[in-house]
């Protein structure tokens, strides 16, 4: 229980994520079903019942990941405030719990259902579990305007889901089609469809900024506002990747250009679900336009990203402190923290020392310095200058071993904390799922550079995994009390993640275009630079 307390900031995000990730597989396949893929042939046959299976499993997922987040969070009332079951049976989020299990199941058993000839049935359920997640979201916790902003959530959350929960089904649609004129005719429906989910998710998006975060300062002023601004980039670039899609639509429908509608849909849908992970990381936060104190001026902002040398000495452990989440575990073991005053997942507001600060700078600026020439050996590789540049990968090995070395002085090797007993902290645990992930992708993608791997799926490992890195980069713990120094890291960290996003995704494409397609050659030099450009703003940033 202890290490569920510890953690649960943590997860509690990643299951909103996942939570919010198979809505949409099950509302978009449910829509595409009935708006899409209207025919009684054979050719529509196959393609109905791949949509039902995954449909079908998709709603299972949600039920479980409901589940599981019900059973969590409470808990973690029974443990840490004191509550009987009775109490916690009551609570909001069961009741939507509840509510989006017996929906999803109801989807279940009619997308299973022989011979489920009424797709429109299940538009019901859909709407149900579409329900219980505006039950759990900022607009039902205001004392003002509850209504209209659970409806503007509930367009904004749908449109989502039949947009990219239908790019997937249209993907899986294409592939089963029995020629490309076949192909043509579903991506045209699914196009109608696509645009007008876009144009609601758009005003609906723009009417939510404007009620929770309020004003322009505190875009960029608090987390929350951070937060809204990295997930509009992303949406940007959705929009862009979406743009590239609607041309190839419009195009003959060729085989080529089915082929590359294909990989940039999955790039979409890649970006997509890293874009529905950081609006749940937003549900974590309190809204911008409730925190009037503690905002980040401009100037703090110039002040902190102002060009400066790098700082490549660096102080002793014994200067720094104790670790300020091991001092809290062990208050409320013994007892002398409140469990009522015990937030989980949240490590403590004490403001880091000097010497803490002058540590995580040396750890960024060295980290920095391995990824901009990580980043430069890829260009030379690319440009096929030289042949040991494509060795480029090991780098990451470097950095791999200077993160789990540096990044938490408290813990084994360097500090006296235990391995196993130091996951407890959910920072730690994120910077070891960071090791394991950069140590992956050097051996991998060195394999692939060196000709040593030549599969297709072998190859595309470098960019999933810098995506899902980037994306995990996301879900860094936030304060909520806004403390200043944390929204400072958090605009430090939120263009790295963008940039890895970037990364990951243009080297799928790259790997997935055919060469005979001319965006194939712009992803060659995009990943690249994007490695370049972390590693300058690595390289600059700053605590103090």
């Given at each position: 229980m202890a290490?569920?307390?510890?953690?649960?900031?943590?997860?509690?995000?990643?299951?909103?994520?996942?939570?919010?990730?198979?809505?949409?597989?099950?509302?978009?396949?449910?829509?595409?079903?009935?708006?899409?893929?209207?025919?009684?042939?054979?050719?529509?046959?196959?393609?109905?019942?791949?949509?039902?299976?995954?449909?079908?499993?998709?709603?299972?997922?949600?039920?479980?990941?409901?589940?599981?987040?019900?059973?969590?969070?409470?808990?973690?009332?029974?443990?840490?405030?004191?509550?009987?079951?009775?109490?916690v049976s009551g609570a909001n989020f069961v009741l939507a719990g509840i509510l989006a299990i017996a929906s999803a199941l109801a989807v279940a058993l009619l997308a299973g259902a022989q011979p489920p000839r009424n797709y429109a049935v299940m538009l019901v359920p859909a709407?149900?579990?579409?329900?219980?997640?505006?039950?759990?979201?900022?607009?039902?916790?205001?004392?003002?305007?509850?209504?209209?902003?659970?409806?503007?959530?509930?367009?904004?959350?749908?449109?989502?889901?039949?947009?990219?929960?239908?790019?997937?089904?249209?993907?899986?649609?294409?592939?089963?089609?029995?020629?490309?004129?076949?192909?043509?005719?579903?991506?045209?429906?699914?196009?109608?469809?696509?645009?007008?989910?876009?144009?609601?998710?758009?005003?609906?998006?723009?009417?939510?900024?404007?009620?929770?975060?309020?004003?322009?300062?505190?875009?960029?002023?608090?987390?929350?506002?951070?937060?809204?601004?990295?997930?509009?980039?992303?949406?940007?670039?959705?929009?862009?990747?979406?743009?590239?899609n609607f041309q190839i639509a419009r195009s003959p429908s060729g085989g080529a250009a089915i082929a590359s509608l294909r990989r940039f849909g999955e790039a979409e849908i890649g970006i997509g679900i890293t874009v529905i992970l950081t609006a749940a990381s937003l549900t974590s936060l309190p809204p911008a336009v409730d925190l009037k104190t503690d905002r980040v001026s401009t100037q703090e902002i110039s002040a902190r990203l102002a060009p400066n040398f790098p700082r490549l000495a660096s102080p002793s452990i014994a200067d720094l402190p104790e670790d300020v989440y091991a001092a809290q575990v062990k208050a409320f073991d013994a007892g002398t923290l409140s469990s009522a005053s015990f937030v989980p997942g949240q490590a403590g507001t004490r403001p880091n020392t000097p010497a803490e600060k002058s540590w995580s700078e040396y750890n960024h600026h060295w980290a920095g310095l391995i990824v901009l020439a990580t980043g430069l050996l890829a260009f030379l590789a690319q440009a096929n200058h030289s042949r040991w540049a494509r060795n480029w990968p090991l780098m990451f090995l470097g950095l791999a071993l200077f993160l789990f070395l540096r990044s938490d002085p408290e813990t084994w090797p360097l500090g006296p904390n235990g391995f196993w007993v130091t996951l407890e902290d959910p920072e730690v645990l994120l910077h070891r799922v960071f090791v394991l992930l950069v140590s992956a992708l050097a051996i991998f993608e060195w394999r692939v550079q060196t000709g040593r791997v030549a599969t297709q799926r072998a190859r595309l490992i470098f960019p999933a995994l810098v995506a899902v890195a980037s994306a995990l980069l996301l879900t860094h713990s936030h304060s909520l009390g806004n403390i200043k120094e944390e929204v400072l890291a958090e605009l430090s960290h939120a263009p790295l993640a963008v940039l890895g996003i970037v990364a990951g995704w243009s080297r799928w494409l790259e790997l997935r275009l055919s060469s005979e397609n001319k965006m194939r050659d712009k992803m060659a030099w995009l990943w690249p630079t994007c490695l370049v450009l972390i590693g300058l703003l690595l390289l600059n940033y700053r605590e103090m």
């Open positions: 290490r569920l307390l510890q953690i649960f900031g943590f997860l509690s995000v990643l299951f909103r994520g996942a939570t919010l990730s198979f809505e949409s597989l099950t509302i978009g396949g449910i829509v595409f079903l009935n708006f899409v893929t209207r025919g009684e042939s054979n050719q529509w046959e196959a393609i109905h019942q791949a949509c039902l299976r995954w449909i079908r499993r998709a709603a299972m997922a949600l039920a479980v990941m409901q589940l599981a987040y019900i059973l969590a969070s409470t808990l973690i009332l029974m443990q840490s405030a004191d509550m009987a079951l009775g109490d709407a149900l579990i579409l329900i219980s997640s505006v039950m759990t979201s900022h607009a039902m916790a205001r004392l003002e305007y509850r209504f209209p902003l659970g409806v503007v959530t509930a367009l904004h959350q749908g449109a989502t889901a039949t947009w990219l929960g239908g790019l997937f089904y249209l993907l899986m649609a294409i592939a089963r089609s029995p020629d490309n004129q076949f192909a043509g005719q579903l991506v045209a429906r699914f196009s109608k469809l696509a645009l007008l989910s876009v144009a609601v998710l758009a005003a609906a998006g723009f009417t939510l900024g404007v009620a929770y975060v309020g004003s322009l300062d505190a875009v960029y002023g608090t987390s929350y506002g951070i937060m809204v601004a990295t997930k509009v980039i992303l949406f940007g670039t959705l929009l862009l990747l979406g743009a590239l």
